[in-house]
């Protein structure tokens, strides 16, 4: 459609990214999908419709490369009214004693550099369309988790929300952080039991677009019922 508001989004190809794209695409929303893999981004651009999605591939961790993307976006659509930035990355066992240090560079590339890479591109057309930023956090930005620089870079990601919204206090453009409990994602090597399936959070990210104008919502924690004994 070509007068719908089009949302761009990060980590797209595969878990909550792909799921959040097909939930926008029921709710009328162009799609700029933004990952590594072109290959699983084409096929779920062929799964929405050519004229609805367009894929970018992306790596997040590299600045010029989001230049590109938002420029690709503006290229494709002509606007760009809501950002997810939601790729991200886990880490390594072993904790502050014994983690692979290279982990940690990559979890502080991709999860905050990531983030405001994203945040920095496309900004200035965000305030433009008076749209909104959606960012994905996690609970482990908000518990403390033994030994963990995957939570140490949740926390980081949650101080980014925080202060994006009050820099963009005024213009009309909202902020809303997502932060989900343990997602069965492509994260984990075997599924976990009792977590969360992507969609529940995309019903999330959709449910926090949909708002009207004067409805701001600025977190949405999301966990998985606790099992019954």
Not at 27 to 56: F, Q
Not at 125 to 135: E, M, N, Q, S, Y
Not at 215 to 227: F, G, K, N, Q, W
């Given at each position: 459609m070509a007068d719908?508001?089009?949302?761009?989004?990060?980590?797209?190809?595969?878990?909550?990214?792909?799921?959040?794209?097909?939930?926008?695409?029921?709710?009328?929303?162009?799609?700029?999908?933004?990952?590594?893999?072109?290959?699983?981004?084409?096929?779920?651009?062929?799964?929405?419709?050519?004229?609805?999605?367009?894929?970018?591939?992306?790596?997040?961790?590299?600045?010029?490369?989001?230049?590109?993307?938002?420029?690709?976006?503006?290229?494709?659509?002509?606007?760009?009214?809501?950002?997810?930035?939601?790729?991200?990355?886990?880490?390594?066992?072993?904790?502050?004693?014994a983690a692979p240090?290279?982990?940690?560079?990559?979890?502080?590339?991709?999860?905050?550099?990531?983030?405001?890479?994203?945040?920095?591109?496309?900004?200035?057309?965000?305030?433009?369309?008076?749209?909104?930023?959606?960012?994905?956090?996690?609970?482990?930005?908000?518990?403390?988790?033994?030994?963990?620089m995957y939570a140490?870079?949740?926390?980081?990601?949650?101080?980014?929300?925080?202060?994006?919204?009050?820099?963009?206090?005024?213009?009309?453009?909202?902020?809303?952080?997502?932060?989900?409990?343990?997602?069965?994602?492509?994260?984990?090597?075997?599924?976990?039991?009792?977590?969360?399936?992507?969609?529940?959070?995309?019903?999330?990210?959709?449910?926090?677009?949909?708002?009207?104008?004067?409805?701001?919502?600025?977190?949405?924690?999301?966990?998985?019922?606790?099992?019954?004994?």
């Open positions: 719908a508001k089009v949302l761009l989004i990060t980590g797209a190809s595969s878990g909550i990214g792909a799921a959040t794209a097909r939930a926008a695409s029921g709710e009328g929303w162009n799609l700029v999908l933004v990952a590594r893999s072109a290959d699983k981004l084409e096929a779920l651009v062929g799964e929405i419709g050519e004229d609805r999605a367009v894929a970018v591939a992306c790596d997040v961790t590299d600045y010029e490369d989001q230049r590109r993307m938002a420029k690709a976006a503006l290229e494709r659509f002509g606007r760009i009214d809501a950002v997810f930035a939601n790729a991200g990355t886990g880490g390594q066992p072993g904790g502050f004693s240090p290279e982990s940690w560079r990559k979890m502080v590339d991709v999860n905050i550099l990531g983030v405001a890479y994203t945040l920095q591109v496309t900004l200035e057309h965000l305030k433009t369309a008076r749209g909104h930023v959606v960012i994905t956090g996690s609970v482990a930005g908000r518990r403390v988790l033994a030994g963990s140490a870079t949740k926390w980081a990601v949650s101080a980014i929300g925080y202060g994006l919204r009050e820099e963009l206090r005024g213009t009309g453009v909202r902020v809303t952080l997502i932060e989900p409990g343990m997602v069965d994602t492509p994260f984990f090597d075997a599924p976990p039991s009792d977590a969360l399936r992507p969609e529940d959070v995309a019903r999330s990210v959709v449910y926090a677009l949909s708002q009207p104008p004067h409805v701001d919502v600025h977190e949405l924690t999301i966990l998985p019922t606790a099992p019954v004994k």
